[in-house]
């Protein structure tokens, strides 16, 4: 890869994928690598800059993560945040300690305004803490830049090594000015000229997916979503006849949802691609049947996924390389290095072993779901497609707590259908990052015409979100929500209870399971 790249070196804290997020908004590339990522690695990966995340431990622990202290050394400009900050002072010779008063949230910073980072921002400026030890003894060589009300080095820096420390979290929303602040580390500290356009990641994938495959022959496993369509329609521009898009339905998909993909890219579609369908709903169920714990339903619906791309293969004949559309947060909730595996995603940690393809092409692996979008419509994919509500790959597998069985699978798309329509009808469908109904593994006493019921209970989720990382619960407005209710209760056989999950991301996943 050519373009300038920022390096985010991972501490274990909680924003580790915003930071990333935040630099590549400001239109230069960024990855997230393990802490202790090796010299070797960071020289060859020859980033214009470096930033230390946050992370929960005290950088004076025992067991506390520490980098190599020859990165100080490598000339490279670095950017400390909260543990990042507290490590940077303590590796150079600074005093860390556990603070009398720990800071939380929202919290007034007052800046040094000749510092390169605040030069653009307010002397007095809102920022988000969460920290309980602080620097309390700055390394020599290094000036105090910044302080709070109960934080006497809130920021440092050594201006003529290139090495800034913030306790704060500038990538953050709660960060009034936080991403001038980071657009100042990028820009004016490392010196990016900002090389990161979607116009020109579209073409060089496309050209490096040519170099790669040559005359070989390609099978995509297309589901209908924004993810695969991208991937999907890349390849076609990078192979053409090479590609065969086989989408399987497996009977875990929205109502209706199987004959519009195949309306869209089969062959009497817009796109015109070798485009194969596969029934396979029973052979998901029988699979599924008797299984409650999600990560295994996630890693049966993966390999079965595998072993269904594997058979139409063979009917293809000699197929080289299969085509996924994973992205970024896929790859980092399923884990990275050492951080915690969240949940598997079915095309990244719900993979068997042993496949049969002699490659995996996952051509947006190292994009967000909003860059996916700007990617879409560089290809020309209609805006509705584009922005079509994105579905997880094992669909409503995981949207069913506990068994999932055909008659569920009916219950939960009924009621999404429903949800959906609603939406749609209030005109906030656009507003929202992402909407569905779930069915809880919870039956509960209800009373209709009179009589006793004993049926399950849907749940509603909706989010405001732009990168999939983070999200808030989306405020959908009560008359709407009313409506949704009683159709729901009223049409769909097996539902006596609506209920409203309003919890963000984290603590929650967007997702149920």
Not at 230 to 243: D, F, H, I, R, T
Not at 244 to 262: S, W
Not at 284 to 306: A, C, D, H, N, Q
Not at 496 to 502: A, F, G, H, M, T
Request: with cysteine.
């Amino acid at each position: 890869m050519q373009n300038e790249k920022i390096l985010v070196l991972d501490f274990g804290g909680q924003y580790n994928q915003l930071i990333a997020r935040r630099v590549r908004e400001c239109n230069v590339y960024c990855e997230v690598h393990p802490y202790n990522m090796s010299i070797e690695k960071i020289k060859e990966y020859n980033p214009k800059g470096i930033i230390f995340t946050g992370g929960p431990n005290s950088v004076y622990g025992e067991d506390s993560p520490q980098c190599d202290k020859e990165i100080f050394n490598l000339g490279y400009p670095i950017l400390g945040i909260c543990y990042g900050c507290q490590l940077t002072a303590f590796t150079l010779g600074g005093v860390v300690e556990h603070a009398t008063v720990s800071e939380y949230g929202k919290t007034m910073l007052n800046t040094d305004k000749t510092s390169v980072l605040f030069k653009n921002v307010k002397e007095e400026t809102s920022v988000w803490m969460s920290h309980t030890d602080f620097v309390s003894k700055a390394p020599i060589g290094f000036k105090i830049t910044a302080y709070t009300k109960d934080c006497p080095i809130a920021a440092m820096e050594n201006e003529n090594r290139k090495i800034y420390a913030v306790q704060f979290h500038p990538e953050v929303m709660h960060s009034e000015e936080g991403m001038t602040m980071l657009r100042a580390f990028v820009y004016d500290v490392c010196n990016c000229q900002g090389d990161w356009k979607m116009a020109d990641f579209a073409q060089s994938t496309i050209e490096q997916i040519k170099a790669k495959v040559g005359k070989g022959k390609v099978l995509c496993a297309l589901s209908g979503g924004v993810d695969s369509s991208v991937a999907a329609v890349l390849l076609s521009k990078a192979v053409g006849e090479q590609l065969t898009c086989v989408f399987v339905d497996h009977g875990l998909l929205r109502k209706n949802e199987g004959d519009e993909v195949e309306t869209v890219f089969g062959p009497n579609g817009h796109y015109k691609l070798n485009f194969v369908r596969v029934n396979a709903q029973e052979r998901f169920y029988e699979k599924l049947k008797g299984v409650t714990e999600p990560e295994r339903k996630r890693k049966i619906i993966g390999e079965e996924f595998i072993r269904v791309f594997e058979e139409e293969a063979k009917k293809i004949g000699s197929v080289d390389y299969l085509v996924q559309g994973t992205i970024y947060p896929d790859v980092i909730e399923s884990g990275l290095g050492k951080s915690a595996t969240i949940k598997s995603h079915h095309n990244v940690g719900g993979l068997p072993s042993v496949v049969d393809f002699r490659e995996i092409i996952e051509p947006l692996r190292l994009l967000f779901k909003d860059e996916v979008r700007k990617v879409g419509l560089e290809l020309g994919i209609p805006e509705y497609l584009v922005y079509r509500q994105p579905f997880p790959g094992p669909g409503l597998g995981i949207r069913i707590i506990g068994e999932v069985t055909a008659e569920k699978v009916k219950i939960v798309q009924d009621a999404d259908y429903i949800y959906r329509e609603e939406i749609a009808k209030a005109g906030i469908d656009k507003d929202l990052g992402q909407y569905f109904a779930a069915l809880t593994n919870m039956q509960s006493v209800g009373v209709m015409g009179d009589e006793r019921t004993y049926d399950y209970a849907i749940a509603l989720r909706a989010v405001m979100t732009s990168d999939f990382m983070t999200a808030d619960w989306a405020r959908i407005p009560y008359d709407v929500l009313d409506i949704i209710s009683r159709r729901i209760v009223n049409e769909v056989k097996g539902v006596n209870r609506v209920l409203l999950d309003c919890t963000s991301k984290p603590p929650a996943t967007i997702e149920f399971e």
